[in-house]
């Protein structure tokens, strides 16, 4: 099983996920740099988070024309694993390989401290091993995560089960006071039609280790490494 | 152009300075001469004021590599590691324009890092702002903590807190006080020296513009009242994306062997890193400032030399190896340039169009700069105790306790810390909140453990105590956490040294670090000094902030301020004195500004800082909370309410009441610890000759304090977690200007 990260200059949690794949999962990880367009081999493409071009302009707005950005698209159309975490999430969505937009918090600040996420789909390759509906705690950190898409695509995504992760309290209820950024229906994370590209604005990387306080985050990476197993 | 009376005044250099500067050239100087020695010979650049009180310091030690002198400080942790780490102020331009005030500060003090070698892993800032009703004071705390979480979260390093302290002494200076601590291989560390006659000097990073042109002589000046809107053309302009690019270019050029020596442009820019790194090799230099990258055209040499633009260094590479070089700053998109070469001639000769525009000895600018005894008034006495004694007790103890938990000195500053990403890198074992913030070192077992810490009020009212009272704060919290106190560094922040009284006020503090330093056997190994922070004649309380860094060989056993669990058993270590002078209760709940402040027993503080850090690498302990600010009711306030716990404590108080509940007396923590626990606690206590005072209980929902056999505090847990976690915010969201 071996992952494959994308560095885009400007991002800045390449190593910690390079961390989570290879010394907590002992899966093999490479970087591959936006200039590639050889993703090496990998079984599953991360996008990490990060500040990718200074996130000048809008965030993800530029690191979509990196080169390696068009092998990541035929990857995925092949139905190869990609994760989007945060600023990787933004650049899917500038990149179209997942619908919506990303507006400034409503807060009008940058936001880093735990959150409570519900699981609502467990079907991607990404989210296998957590139970459906169950309510886990994951770390924020963000200026623009303030989820945005049209009425009829919200919907969609909705009708589909689309949405992978939303905003709650630690019960599990959906509340607009459980929500950190404003997103449109509370949601922290979605996949696309095929189920195999997830981005979410939660850090999964941030939470994989008990001796840092939490461990749940582990259980998306290794759901990929099920996931590649099974195949 | 002749040198004139004028220009020199301008250049904020004395008669006898300029003299100098004759002499050492044996002729006048021409203005871009003029120039470099104005910005080289600034307070900010030569310590001109502070260096012979800065020799008191211990500097050395089994575990230091690196002291002062360096851009950074470097201490061995073992393992083949090293932690490199420094702290730096940037007040003047932060009261000018907050955001890239703050944000330029962070990028300096990465710089300072990462030039030598190591991968920067935390920060941690001192903020000191005026009242929050202050004119621009709201619009300054938002723009240093936007500032501060616009550079540090972009490059990717966490920002782990510090502390963040209101009073009316800043009203009229804000203080920025930014420390960084890096992660190198002991044998991999580079510093800041012009080596080899011919090897090629390149510049690398941003192109120089025309911003913070004398940015070094500004922040060597007090303000005026509404001179600092005019002064906003010396503020550079931070990027910290081209700061990304420039420290991962940087980090992987170290990974050969191609660098020779290397030095950021900060103050002085080009002035600096060129004199400084030819100064320390005792070489010279020779640069064509044509070559240079410039932003616009018609830049002079003048402005080329002393320009403070941002994400710059200088370097020296192997005159073999200088095509690597290139090719991996051109890898990250970054301009890199040969603009000169190392000589042996002991000069800086720069060249601008063929021309020889400056010639200068380079030791001498640092060797012969200008070095004062400046006078010192007699300190005023440590003022005279304080009339409480004859004061009525408060008839409310539990509102006392919530008027403090609620004050801005006090409250939780969440608000500010979300605004930091505090834990990209995946290391951060503690975030922000806790006594000191901590992190793990990839790869080992070890955990670092950081604090930036000082207490203004303290040291106005005594500079000597309060300077020794920070570094013993510092180790408390370190070893409260678990970890033990290795080396500190240092930002010194006062007013006008020009003032006797200034003078008395900086020697003292200084004196008292460096004892306390001896006494807690903690090395200072890097740090920085600001003066002139005044305005309209009126200095800031005087502000000499300590950031210390500790190491803990297993960072599993981290301890925190949270109580834990039901049922543990509460004590209180060390000895509560009558002592209210400069405490928050004083302030806050009676509106005096009064001392004496505390006493400091530094052989006390020693073995208490023994006993915390042993409790912790024994597992003894479930928690441990330094007292401080707003007391021992206080520091048992915020143990319970961080752990969502109440506790039921009673207390032989021994002193006056407000003095036993909310008074600062230095050497205390509070622990708890499982009952099971208690018997060896108490005799490790005994051992370490620290007194245990058996306090009580951790459990229920409410705090419950008694004195004696009297009830004092009865309140519930969650009121006062409300109270004390949304004050903040409170007082500044209702504020228009944000």
């Known amino acids: 099983m071996k992952f494959g990260i994308?560095?885009?200059?400007?991002?800045?949690?390449?190593?910690?996920?390079?961390?989570?794949?290879?010394?907590?999962?002992?899966?093999?990880?490479?970087?591959?740099?936006?200039?590639?367009?050889?993703?090496?081999?990998?079984?599953?493409?991360?996008?990490?988070?990060?500040?990718?071009?200074?996130?000048?302009?809008?965030?993800?707005?530029?690191?979509?024309?990196?080169?390696?950005?068009?092998?990541?698209?035929?990857?995925?159309?092949?139905?190869?694993?990609?994760?989007?975490?945060?600023?990787?999430?933004?650049?899917?969505?500038?990149?179209?390989?997942?619908?919506?937009?990303?507006?400034?918090?409503?807060?009008?600040?940058?936001?880093?401290?735990?959150?409570?996420?519900?699981?609502?789909?467990?079907?991607?390759?990404?989210?296998?091993?957590?139970?459906?509906?169950?309510?886990?705690?994951?770390?924020?950190?963000?200026?623009?995560?303030?989820?945005?898409?049209?009425?009829?695509?919200?919907?969609?995504?909705?009708?589909?089960?689309?949405?992978?992760?939303?905003?709650?309290?630690?019960?599990?209820?959906?509340?607009?006071?459980?929500?950190?950024?404003?997103?449109?229906?509370?949601?922290?994370?979605?996949?696309?039609?095929?189920?195999?590209?997830?981005?979410?604005?939660?850090?999964?990387?941030?939470?994989?280790?008990?001796?840092?306080?939490?461990?749940?985050?582990?259980?998306?990476?290794a759901s990929a490494v099920a996931a590649m197993a099974a195949r | 152009m002749t040198i004139t009376e004028e220009l020199i005044r301008e250049h904020n250099l004395s008669d006898e300075e300029y003299g100098r500067i004759k002499e050492i050239l044996g002729r006048e100087p021409n203005l871009v001469e003029l120039g470099i020695f104005s910005a080289m010979w600034s307070e900010h650049c030569s310590y001109k004021s502070s260096r012979i009180h800065l020799k008191r310091f211990p500097t050395t030690g089994p575990r230091v590599i690196q002291g002062p002198g360096e851009n950074a400080g470097v201490v061995d942790i073992g393992d083949g590691l090293a932690v490199a780490f420094k702290m730096e102020s940037h007040n003047h331009p932060s009261f000018i324009e907050p955001y890239q005030g703050a944000a330029t500060g962070?990028?300096?003090?990465?710089?300072?890092?990462?030039?030598?070698?190591?991968?920067?892993?935390?920060?941690?800032?001192?903020?000191?702002?005026?009242?929050?009703?202050?004119?621009?004071?709201?619009?300054?705390?938002?723009?240093?903590?936007?500032?501060?979480?616009?550079?540090?979260?972009?490059?990717?390093?966490?920002?782990?807190?510090?502390?963040?302290?209101?009073?009316?002494?800043?009203?009229?200076?804000?203080?920025?006080?930014?420390?960084?601590?890096?992660?190198?291989?002991?044998?991999?560390?580079?510093?800041?020296?012009?080596?080899?006659?011919?090897?090629?000097?390149?510049?690398?990073?941003?192109?120089?513009?025309?911003?913070?042109?004398?940015?070094?002589?500004?922040?060597?000046?007090?303000?005026?009242?509404?001179?600092?809107?005019?002064?906003?053309p010396t503020v550079q302009v931070g990027d910290p994306f081209t700061e990304k690019l420039l420290m991962e270019a940087c980090l992987e050029l170290f990974q050969t062997d191609a660098v020779v020596g290397i030095q950021d442009m900060g103050a002085a820019g080009l002035t600096s890193s060129s004199f400084e790194m030819a100064g320390r090799a005792g070489s010279g230099v020779e640069l064509d400032l044509s070559k240079v990258p410039v932003r616009e055209t018609g830049m002079t040499p003048y402005e080329i030399m002393l320009s403070e633009s941002q994400e710059r260094m200088l370097l020296v590479a192997r005159r073999d190896r200088l095509a690597e070089v290139l090719a991996i700053f051109h890898k990250w998109e970054l301009d890199a340039v040969e603009i000169g070469t190392v000589t042996d001639s002991g000069r800086v000769v720069l060249f601008f169009d063929g021309k020889i525009v400056a010639d200068l000895p380079a030791a001498p600018l640092s060797d012969r700069a200008p070095c004062y005894d400046r006078p010192r008034a007699a300190l005023a006495p440590p003022s005279a105790p304080f009339r409480w004694q004859s004061e009525a007790e408060p008839a409310d103890y539990a509102d006392c306790l919530k008027r403090l938990l609620a004050s801005p000195n006090v409250a939780e500053k969440s608000w500010i810390w979300t605004q930091y990403d505090h834990m990209v890198q995946s290391n951060t074992v503690q975030r922000p909140g806790g006594d000191a913030a901590v992190l793990r070192v990839k790869g080992t077992k070890k955990g670092i453990a950081m604090k930036s810490d000082v207490n203004p009020f303290f040291c106005a009212f005594d500079p000597y105590r309060g300077g020794a009272i920070a570094v013993a704060e510092a180790a408390r919290s370190i070893a409260a956490t678990g970890a033990r106190p290795l080396a500190i560094t240092d930002c010194l922040n006062f007013g006008n040294p020009e003032k006797p009284e200034v003078m008395a006020q900086f020697e003292a503090a200084v004196r008292g670090i460096?004892?306390?330093?001896?006494?807690?056997?903690?090395?200072?190994?890097?740090?920085?000094?600001?003066?002139?922070?005044?305005?309209?004649?009126?200095?800031?309380?005087?502000?000499?902030?300590?950031?210390?860094?500790?190491?803990?060989?297993d960072v599993s056993r981290h301890v925190r301020v949270a109580f834990r669990r039901s049922g543990d058993l509460v004590a209180v270590l060390g000895e509560t004195r009558d002592e209210l002078g400069a405490s928050e209760f004083l302030r806050t709940v009676r509106g005096?500004?009064?001392?004496?402040?505390?006493?400091?027993?530094?052989?006390?503080?020693?073995?208490?800082?023994?006993?915390?850090?042993?409790?912790?690498?024994?597992?003894?302990?479930?928690?441990?909370?330094?007292?401080?600010?707003?007391?021992?009711?206080?520091?048992?306030?915020?143990?319970?309410?961080?752990?969502?716990?109440?506790?039921?404590?009673?207390?032989?108080?021994?002193?006056?009441?407000?003095?036993?509940?909310?008074?600062?007396?230095?050497?205390?923590?509070?622990?708890?610890?499982?009952?099971?626990?208690?018997?060896?606690?108490?005799?490790?206590?005994?051992?370490?000759?620290?007194?245990?005072?058996?306090?009580?209980?951790?459990?229920?929902?409410?705090?419950?304090?008694?004195?004696?056999?009297?009830?004092?505090?009865?309140?519930?847990?969650?009121?006062?977690?409300?109270?004390?976690r949304g004050a903040f915010a409170r007082a500044l969201e209702s504020a228009d200007v944000l």
């Not at chain 1, 560095?7 to 200039?35: K, M, R």
């Not at chain 1, 519900?118 to 091993?129: G, Q, R």
């Open chain 2, 592 to 724: 005096r500004d009064e001392g004496p402040c505390p006493e400091v027993d530094l052989d006390a503080e020693k073995r208490l800082v023994d006993l915390l850090a042993t409790l912790a690498e024994r597992s003894l302990v479930a928690s441990a909370h330094d007292v401080s600010d707003g007391g021992l009711a206080v520091a048992l306030a915020e143990s319970a309410m961080q752990g969502g716990l109440g506790a039921t404590l009673s207390l032989e108080p021994g002193v006056r009441m407000s003095a036993f509940l909310f008074g600062e007396s230095t050497g205390r923590a509070i622990v708890s610890f499982p009952p099971e626990h208690e018997a060896a606690v108490r005799a490790l206590a005994k051992e370490k000759g620290v007194p245990f005072t058996a306090a009580g209980w951790v459990g229920g929902e409410r705090l419950t304090i008694s004195a004696g056999s009297r009830v004092v505090i009865d309140e519930p847990g969650a009121e006062l977690a409300a109270l004390w």
């Open chain 1, 6 to 221: 994308v560095v885009f200059p400007g991002s800045n949690c390449d190593e910690d996920c390079h961390h989570v794949a290879t010394q907590l999962l002992g899966c093999e990880a490479e970087y591959i740099w936006h200039h590639d367009t050889d993703l090496k081999g990998s079984d599953a493409v991360i996008l990490p988070g990060g500040f990718a071009y200074g996130d000048y302009l809008r965030a993800g707005a530029l690191a979509r024309f990196s080169p390696v950005m068009e092998s990541v698209a035929s990857f995925a159309k092949k139905g190869g694993p990609v994760l989007g975490i945060c600023n990787g999430f933004q650049v899917l969505l500038e990149a179209g390989l997942l619908p919506g937009a990303m507006q400034i918090n409503r807060g009008l600040r940058y936001v880093c401290k735990d959150v409570s996420l519900k699981v609502e789909n467990d079907a991607t390759p990404f989210t296998s091993l957590y139970p459906k509906g169950s309510v886990v705690t994951m770390p924020i950190g963000h200026m623009e995560g303030n989820y945005t898409a049209p009425p009829d695509v919200l919907d969609t995504l909705e009708r589909d089960g689309r949405v992978v992760f939303r905003y709650c309290e630690r019960d599990g209820r959906v509340t607009d006071a459980a929500n950190p950024n404003g997103a449109a229906r509370g949601i922290a994370g979605i996949c696309s039609r095929e189920g195999n590209v997830v981005g979410l604005m939660p850090h999964p990387d941030r939470c994989a280790e008990k001796l840092l306080g939490n461990d749940q985050g582990l259980q998306m990476f």
């Open chain 2, 514 to 553: 460096a004892d306390a330093c001896r006494a807690l056997e903690v090395p200072v190994v890097s740090g920085n000094v600001s003066l002139y922070n005044e305005t309209d004649g009126r200095a800031i309380p005087p502000t000499p902030t300590v950031g210390m860094v500790g190491l803990m060989e």
């Open chain 2, 106 to 232: 962070v990028g300096g003090i990465l710089r300072d890092v990462f030039t030598m070698g190591a991968r920067p892993m935390a920060s941690l800032n001192s903020l000191r702002f005026g009242r929050l009703d202050a004119p621009r004071m709201k619009h300054l705390v938002d723009g240093v903590v936007r500032g501060i979480a616009g550079y540090g979260n972009c490059i990717g390093i966490p920002t782990l807190g510090g502390e963040t302290t209101f009073h009316r002494g800043y009203d009229g200076n804000i203080l920025v006080n930014v420390m960084n601590v890096g992660l190198v291989n002991s044998d991999r560390i580079f510093l800041g020296r012009a080596e080899g006659a011919g090897n090629p000097v390149v510049y690398v990073g941003s192109k120089t513009g025309r911003d913070g042109i004398h940015g070094a002589t500004m922040a060597s000046e007090e303000f005026a009242a509404d001179e600092a809107s005019q002064k906003r």
